[in-house]
């Protein structure tokens, strides 16, 4: 099956400062998803992006579909930012709306 | 519109024993999606059910086994509890079963098997 990369496994910032953090994925994907799991374990829509870029207040995602990357920035960033962040593909061979989580990303912004 | 809910929120068995997990849907989605997640790794695709029908089911055993009920609510059982079973369940709905859609998740049923 598909295989998911995320980078780095962990980040600690200083309030203020910005991040890039990476997604690399083995197939040809129609389906790709980034979300912020907080403390408690909810999972957070961020962007729906199977390719392109978009941006939503302090946070901007880009994906390059035919390089099998995607990249999530956050700037400015926020004690609140804390948490793990996950990318999740859905690959193009299977029907259906499964998705093939990363690792994540632990994130930690200290004030 | 209401968003995703699942029940219990949290759930201690005995190994052995049987667990029923339940969520319902975001209004107007049809898709249920499953997931485990164990403790420090990404979710773990289980299955998935659309329209009442099971659309597709990861790599887990048969004893995992599931339902969705024409208001597209779903429940999650398990069989036979394992130690390893311990883990957060997370419930997605999306809208359309081939059609890839945005899913969205519920708060999760942490379920603690002794």
């Known amino acids: 099956g598909i295989q998911v990369e995320q980078s780095p496994p962990d980040l600690i910032l200083q309030e203020g400062a910005n991040s890039t953090l990476r997604c690399n994925f083995s197939?040809?994907?129609?389906?790709l998803q980034w979300f912020h799991q907080n403390p408690w374990g909810q999972l957070i829509n961020l962007f729906y992006?199977?390719?392109g870029t978009k941006q939503n207040g302090r946070l901007s995602a880009t994906t390059v579909a035919t390089e099998r990357y995607s990249l999530l920035y956050i700037s400015s960033s926020q004690t609140t930012d804390s948490g793990v962040y996950f990318c999740?593909?859905?690959?193009?061979?299977?029907?259906?709306?499964?998705?093939?989580f990363g690792e994540g990303t632990q994130l930690t912004v200290n004030p | 519109e209401t968003g995703v809910t699942q029940s219990p929120t949290h759930l201690i068995k005995t190994r052995g024993q049987q667990v029923t997990l339940r969520c319902s849907s975001q209004?107007?989605?049809?898709?249920v999606s499953w997931y485990q997640q164990a403790l420090g790794q990404g979710p773990q695709f289980i299955f998935q059910y659309y329209r009442e029908e099971e659309n597709g089911r990861g790599n887990f055993p048969p004893r995992f086994s599931g339902l969705q009920f024409p208001n597209y609510s779903s429940e999650l059982n398990v069989n036979a509890l394992e130690l390893d079973d311990s883990a957060l369940y997370l419930c997605?709905?999306?809208?359309?079963?081939?059609?890839?859609?945005?899913?969205?998740f519920g708060p999760g049923t942490r379920l603690l098997v002794l």
């Open positions: 997605a709905s999306s809208l359309g079963g081939v059609q890839l859609q945005t899913q969205y």
């Open positions: 197939d040809s994907v129609n389906n």
């Open positions: 999740a593909v859905g690959p193009r061979e299977t029907s259906g709306s499964r998705l093939t």
């Open positions: 209004s107007g989605h049809n898709t």
């Open positions: 992006i199977p390719s």
